[in-house]
């Protein structure tokens, strides 16, 4: 989920045998997926950069943000549910909070080395 995929020739492959997976809200941006050999793999909710060049009469369904078409995938996938609209990136790791909490960890991990060292120059100091 929540992935962007740009020009590939097979963005995602699931072969041979791969069942029970899910494609899930990703942008496949000049992309494809593979997805078969397996009837209970999930492709569904995606952003597909060549929607309209397949389906130009597709409409939005009322404001749903999803197309009245399914896209097809593959042979035997179908996106039953495509998205009007690029994903946004992934809300449980964004850029900007993974960085912010890198900083705090490295400013308590420096924080902790500095007291840590005090008190050993103390200790040492009083003897």
Do not use: Q
């Not at 209970?40 to 943000?65: C, H, Q």
């Not at 039953?80 to 912010?100: C, I, M, Q, W």
């Amino acid at each position: 989920m929540h992935n962007t995929i740009e020009n590939c020739v097979i963005g995602i492959t699931v072969s041979f045998g791969g069942s029970g997976n899910v494609i899930m809200e990703n942008n496949l941006i000049n992309s494809s997926v593979y997805a078969m050999f397996s009837p209970d793999n999930t492709v569904d909710r995606n952003y597909w950069s060549d929607y309209l060049t397949k389906y130009p009469n597709a409409k939005e369904i009322g404001d749903s943000g999803v197309w009245d078409e399914p896209y097809e995938v593959h042979d035997s996938s179908t996106d039953n549910h495509p998205l009007v609209k690029p994903v946004a990136g992934n809300p449980e790791f964004s850029d900007e909070e993974t960085f912010t909490t890198f900083v705090i960890a490295a400013f308590v991990i420096v924080a902790v080395i500095i007291v840590a060292g005090l008190l050993v120059y103390f200790k040492k100091r009083k003897r």
